[in-house]
Nanobody
């Protein structure tokens, strides 16, 4: 059973930083892709970052490239999104996602990763 639990959201002024964390269970970290997507009210979901856990390769949406960094800690089964130089348009609910799982809620494309599982989300507000 895949479980993803996000933490670290909050409110910050433009130009500030936040660090999101995701505690994962039920996932083989060496054989998956994981990432973060976001959704703001009235807007479509946007995949922002993906990491291929086998080799650690990463990809980012153009909107966050150079400002966000995704990383993993295989020993702790955690995923992190470091967000710097935040802008008001980064305001959204952020979800940790993985290609593991049965996909009962469908599939969300997180950049290039077809995510079948995601957490409850953590709110990021930039003013």
């Amino acid at each position: 059973h895949v479980q993803l639990v996000e933490s670290g959201g909050g409110s910050v002024q433009a130009g500030g930083s936040l660090r999101l964390s995701c505690a994962a269970s039920g996932i083989t970290f060496s054989r998956s892709c994981m990432g973060w997507f976001r959704q703001a009210p009235g807007k479509e979901r946007e995949g922002v970052a993906v990491i291929y856990t086998g080799d650690g390769s990463t990809l980012y949406a153009d909107s966050v490239k150079g400002r966000f960094t995704i990383s993993q800690d295989k020993a702790k089964n955690t995923l992190t999104l470091q967000m710097n130089s935040l802008k008001p348009e980064d305001t959204a609910m952020y979800y940790c996602a993985s290609d593991a799982g049965r996909g009962e809620r469908g599939i969300v494309m997180v950049v290039t990763c077809p995510a079948r599982s995601w957490g409850q989300g953590t709110q990021v507000t930039v003013s």
